[in-house]
């Protein structure tokens, strides 16, 4: 059993900043990932990045190549997503995900 909690998320202008956070406690196991997906309204939800534990290899959606950074802590058994350069169309809520567990989700509202 896995239990993921998402923080971090707000109300930010476009252009702006914002780094979540995602705590996982329980079965942990190394090699495998845990990724960042985001839902917007009227859409499907989609990966934006994910991170090996291990090794901290990353994977970006192109929507998210040069703007948002993955990283781990693992001592925290945390991972964050740096995201930068945000515009509206980051609007959604956001998910992390590992082996088929999920969190609640935090919402990123990018608004002027």
Do not use: H
Not at 9 to 16: A, D, E, I, N, T
Not at 92 to 101: D, E, K, L, T
Request: with cysteine; proline share 3%; net charge positive.
């Amino acid at each position: 059993q896995v239990q993921l909690r998402e923080s971090g998320g707000g109300l930010v202008r476009p252009g702006g900043s914002l780094r979540l956070s995602c705590a996982a406690s329980g079965s942990i196991f190394r090699s495998y990932t845990i990724g960042w997906y985001r839902q917007a309204p009227g859409k499907e939800r989609e990966l934006v990045a994910d991170i090996r534990w291990n090794s901290g290899s990353t994977y970006y959606a192109a929507s998210a190549k040069g703007r948002f950074t993955i990283s781990r802590d693992n001592a925290k058994n945390t991972v964050y997503l740096q995201m930068d350069s945000l515009n509206p169309e980051d609007t959604a809520v956001y998910y992390c995900s590992y082996q088929g567990f999920w969190g609640q989700g935090t919402q990123v509202t990018v608004s002027s």
